[in-house]
C-alpha cells in the first residue's frame, strides 16, 4: 500500500514538473533576444529591447541600452540624436556600445 502511494506521488510530481518545465520554455522562448537587433544595458549583460524584423521606421531609442547586436537580418542601426529620426544620422553598424541615454531614436534596416 505505502509503495503504490509513493507511486502515485511520484507520478504526480513527474507530470507536475514536465508542465512547469513547458511553461517555463515557453516563456523564455516569447522573446528570442539572440534574433533579430536586441538593445542591451551594461555590456551586453541585460536585454532591454528586441526587435525581431528590421522594418525602417522610426523608434524611440532605449533609454538604458548602452549595447546593441543585430544577431540576424540587420545590416545597420542608423541613430539620431532627436526624437522624430531627423538631423545627424549617426551609423552604428550590428556591433556597438554607447553611452546610455546618447541617442532619442533610430531606425534600422
Given at each position: 500500500m505505502r509503495r503504490t502511494a509513493l507511486r502515485a506521488a511520484l507520478a504526480v510530481a513527474t507530470v507536475a514538473?514536465?508542465?512547469?518545465?513547458?511553461?517555463?520554455a515557453f516563456a523564455e522562448s516569447a522573446t528570442d533576444w539572440?534574433?533579430?537587433l536586441t538593445f542591451y544595458s551594461g555590456n551586453f549583460v541585460t536585454p532591454v529591447a528586441n526587435f525581431p524584423v528590421p522594418?525602417?521606421?522610426?523608434?524611440?531609442?532605449?533609454?538604458?541600452?548602452?549595447?546593441?547586436?543585430g544577431w540576424s537580418n540587420f545590416e545597420n542601426v542608423i541613430a539620431y540624436k532627436t526624437a522624430d529620426c531627423?538631423?545627424?544620422?549617426?551609423?552604428?553598424?550590428?556591433?556597438?556600445?554607447?553611452?546610455?541615454?546618447?541617442?532619442?531614436?533610430?531606425?534600422a534596416y
Open positions: 514538473g514536465i508542465a512547469i518545465s513547458s511553461s517555463a539572440e534574433s533579430g522594418d525602417g521606421q522610426c523608434h524611440a531609442f532605449p533609454a538604458t541600452a548602452g549595447t546593441l547586436v531627423t538631423g545627424q544620422q549617426i551609423w552604428l553598424g550590428t556591433l556597438r556600445s554607447f553611452r546610455p541615454g546618447e541617442f532619442a531614436s533610430f531606425s
